[in-house]
């Protein structure tokens, strides 16, 4: 057969019809080809989540200047999500994405994903909400790469 028998701690199997049906690797040799193994065929994981930039909504409260108090409440209107403090809601209803002291200050739906976009204007607060696309994120993820 191959050359491949002699290779100790790595055997091929086959079925009765001399068919391969994959290969056995003992620890020495899985040893070393493991990191290429995943390199070559792992699914690439997806990027993780970065961590809430809480301390962003705490320097923007504590240097709050809109002419209305702080506001805790967080709605989303493509599903119904809603909490009056989203930052202590347990389980967590929303999650913070970012904030900055311009006043903007945006959130995940961890409903349905959308994104929450409130922006802090002097005297009034604005919301919008994006719906969650993951299809287009991936396609541009895979063109990018
Ligand atoms: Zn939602």
């Known amino acids: 057969m191959s050359q491949t028998h002699d290779i100790p701690g790595f055997q091929e199997i086959f079925d009765a019809q001399g068919q391969s049906l994959g290969a056995i690797l003992g620890p020495e040799v ?9 390199a070559r065929f792992a699914v690439p994981q997806a990027e993780p989540e970065k961590p809430e930039p809480l301390d962003d909504w705490h320097f923007l409260v504590q240097h709050w200047d809109f ?23 347990e389980p967590r209803k929303f999650r913070l994405t970012a904030a900055n002291m311009g006043g903007l200050v945006s959130f995940r739906c961890l409903s349905c994903q959308a994104r929450i976009i409130k922006r802090h204007f002097f005297d009034e607060v604005t919301a919008d909400a994006v719906p969650y696309a993951p299809e287009k994120s991936l396609r541009n993820k895979g063109r990018a790469s």
Do not use: M, Q, T
């Open 30 to 38: 899985w040893a070393e080809v493991r990191e290429d193994i995943f």
């Open 67 to 89: 002419k209305y108090p702080v506001d805790l409440d967080v709605a989303c209107p493509l599903c119904g999500n809603e909490s009056a403090d989203w930052e202590h809601d």
